[in-house]
């Protein structure tokens, strides 16, 4: 983004706050919601994000006396999705499910289409998921030593999947293949569940997606666990390590996601929205569902939120750094 172009949306941005008197404000919030909310998520129906967002979705619409219809815009690795909630009307009626792949976005795509940081209010961080290294169910390949061994004698000989460049499951590969000093080939899919069925029907022979996408491919007997890669074993697989415990400390790679609006929502509004998702998290039967999925309730208010983007972008720069992967 260039000096002037910045100068321009922070000009317009000011100018609009000008012409938009409080009283129109407070009118506005105070007869909201009057019609149904659009929740986009801006990946595939089944993956991770989509399932977090429908179970908070069911507990929210009660509490704001409107349903919320989650909508799938998935592709180009969320940014379709992203552009099409920046650009809508800052009244409450427009969410996104946003995340950790939205802020690596920002560094590994040259041109998003938006900006994470300006475009959107972050209102607050709803659930966090580990990602799970996986094989088919009945690989020769049982343990992450016998996965890396493999791939110190051939190297570059096993290909793996992601969900697409510069999600969790690609990201988390190429630094577990850096600190291991040893090469595979990425093959990236379009979503989370399809990289899963690319494992699965041995198109590949391992991935890292989000354990919520995989548990029940593991659950099934579909998949082999060979690692969580996050800082504890997950409650749902109690007996597969942490990358940390097979060897690879240093290795820590989750995944969160959150709640935004467009950038310009007012006060009162982005209050009420942020107010009736936090009190959903809290409730057991969330919880419990979130957990069922492979995920946990990871609540945050909207500053801790926002930090998280930065502090990710700052991650995802580091390992693109250690891994020699280039901005696309």
Same mark, same amino acid.
Not at 131 to 146: H, I
Not at 155 to 175: C, I, N, Q, R
Not at 219 to 241: D, I, M, N, W
């Given at each position: 983004?260039?000096?002037?172009?910045?100068?321009?949306?922070?000009?317009?941005?000011?100018?609009?706050?000008?012409?938009?008197?409080?009283?129109?404000?407070?009118?506005?919030?105070?007869?909201?919601?009057?019609?149904?909310?659009?929740?986009?998520?801006?990946?595939?129906?089944?993956?991770?994000?989509?399932?977090?967002?429908?179970?908070?979705?069911?507990?929210?619409?009660?509490?704001?006396?409107?349903?919320?219809?989650?909508?799938?815009?998935?592709?180009?690795?969320?940014?379709?999705?992203?552009?099409?909630?920046?650009?809508?009307?800052?009244?409450?009626?427009?969410?996104?499910?946003?995340?950790?792949?939205?802020?690596?976005?920002?560094?590994?795509?040259?041109?998003?289409?938006?900006?994470? =940081?300006?475009?959107?209010?972050?209102? !607050?961080?709803?659930? /966090? +998921?580990?990602?799970?290294?996986? @094989? &088919? #169910?009945?690989? $020769?390949?049982?343990?992450?030593?016998?996965?890396?061994?493999?791939?110190?004698?051939?190297?570059?000989?096993?290909?793996?999947?992601?969900?697409?460049?510069?999600?969790?499951?690609?990201?988390?590969?190429?630094?577990?293949?850096?600190?291991?000093?040893?090469?595979?080939?990425?093959?990236?899919?379009?979503?989370?569940?399809?990289?899963?069925?690319?494992?699965?029907?041995?198109?590949?022979?391992?991935?890292?997606?989000?354990?919520?996408?995989?548990?029940?491919?593991?659950?099934?007997?579909?998949?082999?666990?060979?690692?969580?890669?996050?800082?504890?074993?997950?409650?749902?697989?109690?007996?597969?390590?942490? =990358?940390?415990?097979?060897?690879?400390? !240093?290795?820590?790679? /989750? +995944?969160?996601?959150?709640?935004? @609006? &467009? #950038?310009?929502? $007012?006060?009162?509004?982005?209050?009420?929205?942020?107010?009736?998702?936090?009190?959903?998290?809290?409730?057991?039967?969330?919880?419990?569902?979130?957990?069922?999925?492979?995920?946990?309730?990871?609540?945050?208010?909207?500053?801790?939120?926002?930090?998280?983007?930065?502090?990710?972008?700052?991650?995802?720069?580091?390992?693109?750094?250690?891994?020699?992967?280039?901005?696309?």
């Amino acid at each position: 983004m260039t000096i002037n172009h910045t100068r321009r949306t922070v000009c317009r941005a000011a100018l609009a706050s000008l012409l938009v008197p409080a009283t129109a404000t407070r009118v506005l919030a105070a007869g909201w919601p009057e019609r149904p909310i659009k929740w986009v998520v801006p990946y595939a129906a089944g993956t991770g994000p989509d399932i977090t967002a429908r179970i908070i979705a069911e507990a929210v619409g009660p509490m704001l006396g409107t349903p919320i219809i989650v909508e799938n815009r998935a592709g180009a690795g969320g940014n379709i999705g992203a552009k099409l909630v920046a650009r809508a009307e800052p009244d409450g009626y427009t969410w996104l499910y946003s995340g950790a792949p939205m802020a690596a976005g920002m560094v590994l795509y040259a041109h998003p289409g938006y900006d994470a =940081l300006r475009d959107f209010r972050h209102l !607050g961080r709803i659930s /966090s +998921s580990d990602t799970l290294l996986v @094989v &088919p #169910a009945d690989s $020769p390949l049982t343990t992450l030593k016998a996965l890396l061994d493999k791939l110190r004698a051939s190297p570059g000989a096993l290909d793996y999947a992601s969900g697409g460049v510069g999600t969790p499951s690609h990201l988390g590969v190429e630094l577990l293949l850096t600190a291991a000093g040893v090469k595979a080939t990425h093959v990236p899919y379009k979503s989370a569940g399809e990289s899963v069925n690319a494992v699965i029907g041995k198109q590949v022979d391992f991935a890292m997606p989000i354990l919520g996408v995989a548990y029940p491919q593991v659950k099934g007997g579909k998949l082999r666990a060979l690692a969580v890669c996050g800082a504890h074993r997950s409650p749902v697989l109690p007996t597969v390590p942490t =990358l940390a415990e097979t060897g690879m400390p !240093g290795v820590d790679l /989750s +995944s969160w996601g959150g709640i935004s @609006v &467009p #950038a310009g929502t $007012p006060d009162p509004i982005a209050a009420r929205i942020a107010d009736a998702v936090q009190r959903a998290i809290a409730q057991p039967p969330v919880v419990q569902a979130l957990e069922r999925n492979g995920g946990r309730a990871d609540p945050s208010n909207a500053a801790t939120y926002q930090l998280a983007f930065q502090q990710e972008m700052t991650r995802t720069r580091d390992i693109m750094r250690k891994t020699g992967i280039k901005p696309m």
